[in-house]
C-alpha cells in the first residue's frame, strides 16, 4: 500500500513562514502530480498548490508569490515552503498524490491525515 505523511504544521504568527514536507511510501512505481490541498474550519477543502513530476506548478491566486511547492522525485516528497502567513492560511494542510503503485494497472487518488497550521494575528 501507498502512505503519505505530512510533517511541519504548527503555530506560528502572521509574517512568519513554515516549511511543510510530505513522503510518500510504499510500493510505489511513479508519481504523477503532487500537491497540498488546505481546509479551513467550515470551509471546502481548495486546491493550493501541485507540481507535475517534471517539475511544472501550479498556484492558486490566495497563496501566488507567499507559497512555493517543490519536489524531490528522488524521495518521493513534496514540499510546502510557506511565507508571509496570513490569519486566513490557518487550515487543516493535506497531501494529495498521483500515484502508480507496484502491483496496479493505473493511477490512484492517495492522501495523507493533514497537519494543522494555525496562523495568529
Known amino acids: 500500500q501507498v502512505q503519505l505523511v505530512e510533517s511541519g504544521g504548527g503555530l506560528v504568527q502572521a509574517g512568519g513562514s513554515l516549511r511543510l514536507s510530505c513522503v510518500a511510501s510504499?510500493?510505489?512505481?511513479?508519481?504523477?502530480?503532487m500537491g497540498w490541498y488546505r481546509q479551513a474550519p467550515g470551509k471546502q477543502r481548495e486546491l493550493v498548490a501541485s507540481?507535475?513530476?517534471?517539475?511544472?506548478?501550479s498556484y492558486a491566486d490566495s497563496v501566488k508569490g507567499r507559497f512555493t511547492i517543490s519536489r524531490d522525485n528522488a524521495k518521493n516528497t513534496v514540499y510546502l515552503q510557506m511565507n508571509s502567513l496570513k490569519p486566513e492560511d490557518t487550515a487543516v494542510y493535506y497531501c494529495n498524490a498521483d500515484v502508480r503503485a507496484m502491483t496496479a494497472y493505473y493511477n490512484m487518488d492517495y492522501w495523507g491525515k493533514g497537519t494543522l497550521v494555525t496562523v495568529s494575528s
Open positions: 507540481i507535475t513530476n517534471g517539475g511544472s506548478t
Open positions: 510504499g510500493y510505489i512505481f511513479s508519481i504523477n502530480v
